[in-house]
């Protein structure tokens, strides 16, 4: 591939805006729906501890509900000036499905976010709390349409092609609810979930290893201790629903995933190894005899396809995928771990003051963000050579704009999202840094304390 | 599958739809891309922070409008959104840029402090004013036609660099100073009000005389509009528009030295309304112009169906909770930081 190709370059556009754009929503999702749980049990109890843990966490919201706004904006218009043969032929059906996204779910979050944030003194406590769980369920809405639109893209159905090449819709309820939908909404919300809960438990973690804002920090550590106990197994579940579905709906991208190339009953499991798309083998494999069969077929000498099946200009790009599909699911494994070692921490009573266990909080705080890119590096990687799944190819579906203007918009792109990201980043550290207001008391929760902590302010 | 094709003319409802949503973007974003673009030209520190905030809890909803032109556009006129788009690449790609750069200002500035505060305030004057500019220039270049092959752009990289076009992005960028300048003097009082009307008398001028500019070249440039606004009796058919306008723009002219807080802001929506109709009215009934009408570029009708039966429930509730936050943060924004 000749890198000033501009099919190229759109593609690398796309990836990097989406990828850019992803982090935003997958932590919006979860920390809306999270402030909502915070805000409740503050007016439920009276607790100030709950308050402070709200206001803080709103302003580190609003910053990355900033950076998402303005990063989604610049996906809406990309459709149309670098995929514009896509969105003629499939504007009939993609169409709806983002302009539902856009009454739904934008003009909610947008209106009730000012609420939100600007709205203490203006509105009563109830109406604000209206306000946040608004958002919350604006931030899901989003969600079921975007992940609509895409699954229709991995399992398109409910449609016929006309003999110009562009799609009709035949059945909005096949399109909406494709076969692939479901599981890719519940995979997606729930790694949203952990993505939120293990940021936040990191920085809960940083303020009880510094032993700092140590009331509020119980509460951000023990909420999402509580998510990485139960919602971290479960997504191990949803996902290897998801990833029967792929098999039955797109048995390539499952083969790529597991870097098998010959078709075979009985197929190891790759646990590593570099595929090789011109070799047409997975070299260095270390292989687990028979468990790949197990494990998507339930069945000891179940028949795995291997990648040979396609012709070669039909095969994704295994490499990709398969090493995506690895670090994506040794992070899920880690937080399962981390829910393990939680709840036994929780028994002995020492969950709030083991330092080691802090430390390790610590380290996977960012975790959540790899493991959602590499799962979209999966699904849509995998995806290819087809922009819709066995229907239209990703090189068919570019705009007539030259290899320049897409080079500099890239470079533009590049440039200015470095800038922004490190700014935002920035920011929500020194948010973090700043912590809480609240007067620093162990009120709260001393469950799980040996004896009470001494506690020493050091803002 | 449901249709309303049969009973409903559905591609001029949608043409009326998405011409109302864009419209709508247009003043709403309109008033804060103009607060940006009058931004640097504030009094003090303090009254920055203050126009700063008479827009904070309403910006993010404003530039949903735009999405919604876009989205919609997407849904119920594809083919024209798949040839228009890459015809304004590098505009739209410009103007994307400034919308990042002034939108996350919002939230950075307040956080930030000394040098890096100022360099914010500038990111937000300048992304403002990029984008409002290539708004324009995008507008010119829409007005003026494009090279359209089978059903896809067939132009160049550069072809949005004309002199009409270069006018109507400074035309718009004077156009939101005005809404920006005036939402100021109703939503601020003391020195920051008396800068606003200040500053709003001079644009005014200056916007009276981009109209008549683009008024008088816009028929120059295609003979269809020319015959259709200077031919008997078109011509006193809507003579109407440019006449309210000029008594609009003489009450404003009086409204702002007799110190009117309110109609001002009002009064610049009821010009910017004269433009856009004369400019439907023009462009009437191309939706990539000169090439593919409304109905040639419409989305299958089961398509504009679903979504208008969508939209028919769901535009009047996002113009309700619209109208909730504007009431909810309605009287003078205070300088003070939020939550």
């Not at chain 1, 929780?346 to 909080?361: G, I, N, P, Y």
């Not at chain 2, 009307?197 to 109209?211: E, Q």
Request: aromatic share 18%; hydrophobic share 55%; with cysteine.
């Amino acid at each position: 591939m000749h890198l000033f190709d501009p099919v190229f370059l759109a593609r690398l556009q796309f990836a990097f805006t989406i990828s850019f754009h992803i982090l935003f929503p997958a932590f919006t999702i979860g920390i809306a729906s999270w402030l909502a749980v915070v805000e409740w049990r503050w007016l439920k109890t009276g607790n100030p501890v709950f308050e402070s843990v709200y206001r803080m966490w709103v302003k580190i919201f609003a910053v990355n509900f900033g950076m998402g706004v303005v990063s989604g904006i610049v996906l809406s218009y990309q459709f149309g000036t670098n995929w514009s043969a896509f969105s003629d032929r499939t504007g009939n059906i993609l169409g709806p499905l983002l302009g539902f996204e856009v009454l739904t779910a934008f003009f909610l979050e947008a209106s009730f976010l000012g609420i939100m944030l600007f709205g203490w003194k203006r509105v009563g406590k109830m109406a604000h709390f209206g306000a946040t769980v608004i958002v919350a369920v604006g931030t899901l809405i989003s969600a079921f349409w975007i992940l609509s639109a895409n699954s229709w893209m991995q399992t398109p159905q409910g449609f016929i092609k006309g003999a110009d090449g562009i799609f009709y819709p035949t059945n909005w309820i096949r399109i909406i609810f494709n076969p692939s939908f479901p599981y890719r909404f519940v995979h997606m919300v729930a790694a949203a979930y952990l993505t939120t809960a293990f940021v936040v438990g990191g920085v809960g973690a940083y303020y009880l290893w510094r032993r700092r804002h140590v009331g509020s920090a119980r509460v951000m550590f023990g909420m999402a201790m509580i998510m990485a106990v139960f919602v971290a197994p479960l997504q191990l579940f949803f996902g290897d629903l998801h990833g029967l579905n792929t098999l039955e709906h797109q048995p390539a991208k499952v083969s790529a995933m597991e870097g098998l190339w010959e078709t075979q009953r009985g197929a190891p499991l790759k646990l590593f190894g570099w595929p090789d798309q011109k070799k047409e083998t997975t070299l260095y494999a270390l292989e687990v005899p028979k468990l790949s069969s197990l494990i998507l077929t339930h069945d000891f000498n179940g028949e795995v396809k291997g990648l040979k099946e396609w012709p070669s200009e039909d095969r994704p790009p295994a490499a990709w995928i398969f090493w995506s599909f690895r670090i994506m699911v040794g992070i899920g494994l880690l937080m399962i771990a981390t829910g393990i070692a939680a709840v036994i921490l929780f028994l002995r009573k020492r969950l709030f003051d083991t330092r080691w266990f802090q430390f390790w909080c610590m380290a996977l705080t960012p975790s959540g963000f790899l493991a959602v890119l590499t799962g979209w590096c999966v699904t849509e990687i995998g995806r290819q050579p087809f922009i819709v799944y066995n229907v239209m190819r990703t090189a068919d579906s570019v705009s007539p704009v030259g290899s320049g203007p897409v080079a500099l918009s890239l470079g533009a792109f590049f440039l200015v999202y470095t800038v922004i990201f490190g700014a935002g980043t920035y920011y929500i550290l020194k948010l973090i840094g700043k912590g809480p207001d609240m007067p620093e008391d162990a009120s709260f929760g001393t469950h799980g304390l040996k004896k009470p902590l001494l506690v020493v302010d050091r803002s | 599958m449901f249709s309303f094709e049969n009973i409903l003319d559905l591609p001029i409802i949608w043409y009326a739809l998405i011409g109302t949503a864009v419209f709508l973007y247009v003043l709403l974003d309109g008033f804060d891309l103009g607060v940006g673009i009058l931004f640097p030209f504030a009094p003090s520190d303090q009254s920055r922070d203050r126009i700063m905030n008479s827009i904070a809890p309403f910006w993010d909803g404003n530039e949903t409008w735009l999405v919604l032109g876009g989205g919609g556009l997407f849904a119920a006129f594809p083919l024209a959104y798949a040839v228009l788009m890459p015809a304004f690449y590098l505009p739209i790609i410009f103007m994307l840029l400034g919308l990042i750069f002034r939108g996350v200002a919002f939230e950075f500035r307040f956080k930030a402090f000394g040098w890096s505060r100022k360099a914010w305030n500038y990111a937000f004057h300048l992304g403002s004013l990029t984008a409002a500019f290539m708004q324009g220039v995008v507008l010119g270049t829409f007005v003026q036609g494009i090279a359209v092959e089978g059903r896809r752009f067939a132009g160049g990289a550069l072809d949005w660099v004309s002199p009409f076009a270069l006018m109507t992005g400074a035309a718009l960028v004077f156009g939101y100073a005005l809404l920006g300048a005036t939402w100021i003097i109703m939503k601020t009082d003391g020195e920051t009000q008396e800068w606003a009307r200040n500053y709003a008398g001079s644009i005014c001028v200056c916007v009276a005389l981009f109209m008549a500019l683009v008024t008088l070249s816009t028929p120059l440039i295609n003979n269809d509009i020319k015959t259709l606004w200077f031919s008997l009796p078109n011509f006193f058919y809507l003579s109407p528009l440019p006449l309210l306008a000029f008594g609009m723009f003489l009450l404003l002219w009086k409204d702002l030295r007799r110190k009117k807080e309110c109609r001002p802001f009002f009064l610049s929506i009821g010009i910017f309304l004269m433009n856009y109709l004369g400019l439907g009215i023009s462009l009437w009934p191309w939706i990539v112009p000169f090439r593919f009408t409304l109905w040639e570029a419409a989305a299958a009708p089961q398509s504009q169906s679903l979504l208008l039966a969508g939209t028919l429930f769901l535009l009047p509730m996002v113009l309700g909770y619209t109208a909730y936050s504007f009431y909810t943060f309605r009287g003078k924004a205070s300088p003070e930081g939020y939550y």
